[in-house]
């Protein structure tokens, strides 16, 4: 996963953004991403790119048993351990990859991380190592059609619309999100499909949140960027 967040400028606005709710996780991704998940009440429980700590307390107050809430950042590491380092909750700081655990975990979860990632396989390869058998691995990403090709929307006489192209060139992709350089991985959404069950997972579910999925002003159907083109998928595969 890119360092980006230890960019101090970058993580600024990102911290404005992401404590205040107001992007796409709160809107999109989370009123998806948690139905998903079912019952966590005591499972152990993996969250790779944890961030600020957000899944990691809603599975606790959702009794799950255990919640390991791991990321690389620096930044998002010290600001999640302040936060929330009272409510029983194990942070760690690192990557996922370098990570030895000694027990399997039930549930993995991942918020708005694997874009990040360079190489699937064996980021994929792990997950499965580290569930228990009958575990599930449920992640969210930016969706391909976005990743493709990250120059932001265009707008004519007919309105606002995405540009899509070089959606079949997958690899790295570089884009300005509050500062210039900001690296992501583009990959096909079957490259990732292919990889998950390469591993030995079986795919149980996948969703790409829509506003149809939830209440919206009229005045925001007219504004909002999420209904032109879809933000992100959400993935659950079971092992």
Same mark, same amino acid.
């Given at each position: 996963?890119a &360092? =980006?967040?230890?960019?101090?400028?970058?993580?600024e606005?990102? /911290?404005?953004?992401?404590l205040?709710?107001?992007?796409?996780?709160g /809107?999109?991704?989370?009123?998806c991403?948690?139905?998903?998940?079912?019952?966590?009440?005591g499972?152990r429980?993996?969250d =790779?790119?944890?961030?600020?700590?957000h899944?990691?307390?809603?599975?606790?107050?959702?009794? @799950?048993g255990e919640?390991v809430?791991?990321?690389?950042?620096?930044?998002?590491?010290?600001?999640?351990t302040?936060?929330h380092g009272?409510?029983?909750?194990?942070?760690?700081?690192?990557y996922? %990859?370098?990570?030895?655990?000694?027990?399997?975990?039930?549930?993995i979860?991942?918020s &708005?991380?694997?874009?990040?990632?360079?190489?699937?396989a064996?980021?994929?390869?792990?997950?499965?190592?580290?569930?228990?058998?009958?575990?599930?691995?449920?992640?969210? &990403?930016?969706?391909?059609?976005c990743?493709?090709?990250p120059?932001?929307?265009?707008e004519? %006489?007919?309105?606002?619309?995405?540009?899509?192209?070089?959606y079949?060139?997958e690899?790295?992709?570089?884009?300005?999100?509050f500062?210039d350089?900001?690296?992501k991985?583009?990959r096909?959404?079957s490259?990732?499909?292919?990889?998950l069950?390469?591993?030995?997972f079986?795919?149980?579910?996948?969703?790409?949140?829509?506003?149809?999925?939830?209440?919206?002003?009229?005045?925001? /159907?007219?504004?909002d960027y999420?209904?032109?083109?879809?933000?992100?998928?959400?993935?659950k @595969?079971?092992?």
């Amino acid at each position: 996963m890119a &360092m =980006i967040y230890d960019n101090d400028e970058f993580f600024e606005q990102y /911290k404005r953004l992401r404590l205040d709710d107001t992007g796409l996780n709160g /809107k999109m991704e989370e009123p998806c991403m948690r139905p998903m998940m079912g019952d966590v009440s005591g499972l152990r429980v993996l969250d =790779i790119g944890a961030g600020f700590g957000h899944q990691a307390v809603w599975l606790k107050e959702h009794n @799950a048993g255990e919640v390991v809430a791991l990321d690389p950042s620096e930044n998002m590491f010290s600001h999640a351990t302040a936060l929330h380092g009272d409510k029983g909750i194990t942070f760690v700081h690192g990557y996922y %990859e370098e990570q030895v655990f000694g027990e399997a975990f039930d549930l993995i979860v991942s918020s &708005m991380a694997l874009h990040y990632v360079d190489d699937l396989a064996p980021f994929f390869a792990k997950c499965y190592r580290d569930l228990t058998e009958g575990g599930q691995l449920i992640f969210s &990403m930016e969706h391909p059609v976005c990743t493709a090709n990250p120059t932001g929307y265009s707008e004519d %006489e007919g309105g606002k619309f995405w540009r899509l192209t070089d959606y079949f060139q997958e690899g790295e992709r570089v884009q300005t999100w509050f500062v210039d350089g900001v690296r992501k991985t583009h990959r096909k959404l079957s490259t990732v499909l292919n990889a998950l069950m390469a591993c030995g997972f079986t795919i149980r579910q996948v969703e790409e949140p829509s506003p149809l999925d939830r209440e919206y002003p009229e005045s925001e /159907k007219k504004t909002d960027y999420f209904w032109i083109r879809p933000s992100i998928v959400v993935i659950k @595969a079971g092992k």
